[in-house]
């Protein structure tokens, strides 16, 4: 359309196709918030009512009843808790490690710095499902397999977060204000707490909102380290749940939504950073 044409006209021009795009992300948006709406309604529903037909949006009559029964039957506590907090850790020894690998490899030039960067590049490639067993056996033979402890090493230093780091250090941090802090006295470690890292938040915000769902969300791993059903985490004790003889959905329902709460919680908190993180390498790339 040419630039002579009327602002009206061009406007009339562009009125179906953004029509088109706001349903398109109309449908996304259902397809994606629609099955956490119904496990929100489902909970709130006698296990009766959870498959009726013809479906029910809301609830009717609303009951707390499944939140209760889970609570006092099920150790549900304890899972919400050990997951919480392996996350927590998880997230902040990746986090510190991830940008202390990275940081390294971006501005230090040593031995082998590219032998190893390949070789944990080359990592990303390889399923966790493929070392597991190794891990595990290592864990064990080391005296290491406590789950308190083992629960962290896989997420300690992802590739994927090494990398990530690696990358933002190399457009974000200049080498004139490295030297700078060096010829002020400044140590390296000290360059990299003090100097480094706050110019970091953005890519740490997006790391750390990453490592977060991956080690709360993680099942594969607990699986093979965890047998107590008092120790498992949120996975792990809501699989038991499906896998019961009844197949509770309402408890199962009522622990998804509980379970959701942190997830949600790290977004709010991140979620600035995640989205100057991600918009960063775009924008400097």
Request: proline content about 8%.
């Amino acid at each position: 359309m040419s630039a002579s044409t009327p602002a009206h006209a061009r406007r009339r021009h562009r009125t179906p196709s953004r029509a088109l795009l706001y349903a398109a992300l109309t449908a996304l948006l259902l397809a994606f918030v629609g099955p956490l709406l119904w496990a929100l309604s489902g909970s709130f529903k006698p296990r009766g009512d959870i498959f009726a037909y013809p479906p029910r949006p809301l609830p009717s009559p609303a009951t707390l009843a499944n939140y209760r029964h889970l609570l006092d039957s099920q150790p549900y506590p304890s899972w919400f808790l050990i997951s919480t907090a392996v996350a927590l850790v998880a997230t902040a020894v990746s986090v510190f490690v991830c940008a202390l690998a990275g940081y390294g490899f971006a501005k230090y030039r040593f031995t082998g710095r590219t032998f190893l960067f390949s070789v944990m590049f080359s990592s990303l490639s390889i399923p966790f499902a493929v070392i597991l067993v190794p891990l595990f056996v290592i864990l064990v033979k080391t005296g290491l397999g406590n789950p308190w402890f083992a629960l962290v090493v896989p997420w300690v230093a992802p590739a994927f977060g090494i990398f990530m780091m690696q990358q933002y250090i190399i457009q974000s941090v200049p080498d004139e204000l490295l030297e700078a802090s060096r010829i002020d006295g400044c140590g390296e470690f000290r360059i990299f707490c003090q100097v480094v890292l706050p110019l970091l938040r953005p890519s740490l915000g997006a790391l750390a909102v990453w490592t977060f769902l991956q080690s709360y969300n993680s099942f594969l791993w607990p699986l093979v380290l965890i047998s107590d059903n008092d120790q498992f985490t949120l996975p792990l004790g809501l699989q038991t749940l499906f896998q019961a003889e009844n197949r509770q959905y309402d408890l199962v329902l009522a622990g998804s939504v509980l379970a959701t709460v942190p997830t949600v919680l790290v977004f709010l908190l991140l979620r600035k950073q995640l989205l100057e993180g991600l918009s960063a390498g775009a924008v400097k790339g």
